[in-house]
């Protein structure tokens, strides 16, 4: 009986705070927009609702995070 092949699972944490897009960049959301909001421009709020993307220092972590994003 075949041994089964081992796998990297997934982090659930990382699958929560990044997404890889279609064409293969990680992105992430900007931080500053949770609390004390009312003292922020319009503008930055909307800015920091867009998402970004991961530094290219970070980004092998985080690929080694998600396992199954990749293409």
Do not use: C, Q, W, Y
């Not at 949770?34 to 980004?59: G, I, W």
Request: hydrophobic share 30%; no cysteine; proline share 4%.
């Amino acid at each position: 009986m075949p041994r089964p092949v081992a796998r990297n699972k997934t982090k659930k944490s990382a699958a929560k705070r990044f997404k890889i897009s279609a064409s293969g960049k990680i992105l992430r959301s900007r931080s500053g927009r949770r609390h004390l909001a009312a003292s922020k421009s319009n503008s930055n709020k909307r800015r920091l609702a867009r998402r970004t993307l991961v530094d290219k220092t970070a980004e092998i972590h985080v690929k080694e995070s998600l396992p199954f994003g990749l293409k």
